[in-house]
């Protein structure tokens, strides 16, 4: 989710500012559709390989809707098969930024981050968070950390497959 932060100017205690959170708006211009591969070291040394097609996305896309995407390869199981990816921010044209999260069997939330940069090896994360518990505070930690190799397709480009 995209969201623009407000600063707020040094004040008293005594003083109520409201705040106006505004979300992000509609994509001006398309974006290109992504194939994908990326190759990930878990923090228990094994080798975890995703990849996947990320669809072309029209120009006025509203960044809350997410995007189907099949992630294919060798991990475990509730990291592949059909998951939404969400769009986030990206500074430029070149660099593209998605995350999916899937429910581990361990019943912790498991949360996958991209930054693909066009024509170039890019990187990957899988954090896990560990909600709050009485006797702990919670904790997001490492997973997997891993490179990618994205192809940008042209807007309108036909892709059959990876």
Same mark, same amino acid.
């Given at each position: !989710?995209? @969201?623009?932060?407000? *600063?707020?100017?040094? !004040? ?7 705040? +106006?959170?505004?979300?992000? *708006?509609?994509?001006?211009?398309? !974006?290109?559709? /992504?194939? @994908?591969?990326?190759?990930?070291? $878990? #923090?228990? =040394?094994? #080798? ?5 097609? /990320? &669809?072309?996305?029209?120009?006025? @896309?509203?960044?809350? $809707? ?6 294919? =390869? ?7 098969? +059909?998951? +939404? ?19 581990? &069997?361990? =019943? !912790? ?15 990957? #994360?899988?954090?896990?968070?560990? &909600? &709050?518990?009485?006797? $702990?505070?919670?904790? /997001?930690?490492?997973? %997997? #950390?891993? %490179? ?6 042209? /807007? =309108? ?6």
């Amino acid at each position: !989710m995209s @969201w623009f932060l407000v *600063p707020l100017a040094v !004040m008293s205690f005594q003083e109520t500012v409201p705040i +106006k959170v505004v979300p992000a *708006p509609p994509s001006a211009a398309p !974006m290109p559709a /992504i194939l @994908w591969s990326c190759n990930f070291s $878990d #923090t228990s =040394g094994d #080798t975890i390989v995703l990849n996947g097609q /990320i &669809p072309e996305v029209p120009a006025g @896309w509203d960044h809350y $809707d997410r995007l189907e995407v099949n992630v294919e =390869g060798l991990a475990p199981e509730f990291l592949l098969g +059909k998951q +939404k990816f969400e769009i986030a921010n990206s500074p430029n044209a070149n660099t593209r930024r998605y995350s999916f999260s899937a429910l581990g &069997p361990d =019943g !912790m939330e498991y949360i996958a981050n991209f930054q693909f940069v066009r024509d170039q090896l890019s990187l990957a #994360t899988i954090s896990r968070y560990s &909600p &709050p518990t009485e006797s $702990d505070r919670g904790r /997001i930690t490492a997973f %997997a #950390t891993g %490179a990618c190799s994205p192809s940008f397709k042209e /807007i =309108g480009e036909e892709v059959l497959s990876q």
